[in-house]
């Protein structure tokens, strides 16, 4: 596609249910980013994958937060048993490799969790 | 840990102005990058500038250049004839050389008085 694209790009949720967002990298993007944008805040790093190798999971937050990449392609971000905490916009950006190289980003998945 | 500090929380400035927004940020490396990320109410991060902490030499991008102090660990970013579409959330980011994460500040919000 032209951009990396996510989706839902709102999403309301009640306080214990699970949550799955979505983005689609800039094809042929080897490296994806997830972040978390809390209202008033900078990003917060949440997980990288890059090729094959296996991802950098150090931001993810607990382990209610978990990501996968199929295909090396979309990946997507699921959130089990969500809390009112969770609310934030949650960004996704893809890159062709590291370095000076400029990561894309997505619209971004404003969750909301009541 | 790496981390980068926006000490400005909003900023404001007359069209056809010059404003300058700071950023520090503190590391033990030698070989990194910085980069400038603007956020308009769209919520897409969008690249403004970057730079090589090996290049003496400042960045700089059309109207956006950069102040770049490597001793002081010091990032502003310098918007010269300030445009109504300027306004935005600018975020200061860092990536140490061979690692993908990218480190945000908190962002400065800019307002364009007309």
């Known amino acids: 596609g032209a951009g990396v694209s996510q989706s839902p790009s709102n999403k309301v949720t009640e306080k214990g249910k699970d949550v799955e967002l979505r983005c689609d990298p800039i094809?042929?993007?080897?490296?994806l980013y997830w972040y978390r944008q809390s209202l008033g805040q900078g990003l917060e790093f949440l997980i990288y994958f890059q090729g094959n190798s296996a991802p950098d999971k150090s931001g993810l937050p607990s382990d209610r937060f978990s990501a996968e990449r199929t295909g090396g392609s979309v990946s997507t971000l699921t959130i089990q048993r969500t809390q009112q905490e969770d609310s934030a916009v949650y960004l996704c950006a893809s890159s062709s490799t590291g370095g000076l190289t400029e990561a894309f980003f997505g619209q971004g998945t404003r969750l909301t969790v009541v | 840990a790496q981390t980068v500090t926006q000490s400005q929380p909003e900023m404001s400035v007359q069209e056809a102005e010059t404003v300058t927004l700071s950023c520090t940020y503190d590391?033990?490396?030698?070989?990194?990058?910085l980069f400038w990320y603007k956020q308009p109410p769209s919520r897409q991060m969008i690249l403004v500038i970057r730079?090589?902490?090996?290049?003496?030499q400042n960045a700089t991008e059309n109207r956006f250049s950069v102040n770049f102090q490597k001793a002081a660990k010091s990032f502003s970013l310098k918007i010269s004839d300030s445009q109504l579409g300027d306004a935005a959330m600018y975020f200061c980011?860092?990536?140490?050389?061979?690692?993908?994460?990218?480190?945000f500040g908190t962002g400065t919000r800019l307002t364009i008085i007309p």
């Open positions: 590391t033990s490396e030698s070989d990194y990058y």
């Open positions: 094809s042929g993007h080897t490296a």
């Open positions: 980011a860092y990536r140490v050389f061979g690692n993908e994460k990218l480190t």
């Open positions: 730079q090589e902490a090996y290049k003496q």
